[in-house]
């Protein structure tokens, strides 16, 4: 059963947009925290954005403070990030990644690191051209 579809990647130059999508199963997404990471090569992954379904409370990295933004569509069992102002330095394979049994049970828990997280997406490249 896939619980996590990405879909939006791609290439664009510095200065321009993308949009990610997250689709999750309904009990993937019900009242749990959704993460966007991204591992750019020979990097480690990091946490770009979270976001808790249930409070809606959102959280950015400071990579993506004032460029990034996570939202969610709880009709649509998504999640987004919008990604402005895009550098070079962005170019990375993005994931959703979400919380399973039991961490996902703590209530609030949204945490960063990416071993926390037992369910991902299958990535989206995101390149970003100077």
């Known amino acids: 059963q896939v619980q996590l579809v990405e879909s939006g990647g791609g290439s664009v130059q510095a200065g321009g947009s993308l949009r990610l999508s997250c689709a999750a199963s309904v009990d993937t997404y019900s009242d749990n925290c959704l993460a966007w990471f991204r591992q750019a090569p020979g990097k480690e992954r990091e946490v770009v954005a979270r976001v808790r379904t249930g409070s809606g409370r959102t959280y950015t990295a400071g990579s993506g403070k004032g460029r990034f933004t996570i939202s969610q569509d709880n009709a649509k069992n998504t999640v987004y990030l919008q990604m402005n102002s895009l550098k070079p330095e962005d170019t990375a394979m993005y994931y959703c990644?979400?919380?399973?049994?039991?961490?996902?049970?703590?209530?609030?828990?949204?945490?960063?690191?990416?071993?926390?997280?037992?369910?991902w997406g299958q990535g989206n490249q995101v390149t970003v051209s100077s």
């Open positions: 990644a979400a919380l399973t049994a039991p961490l996902v049970r703590l209530p609030e828990y949204c945490p960063i690191r990416p071993t926390d997280f037992g369910v």
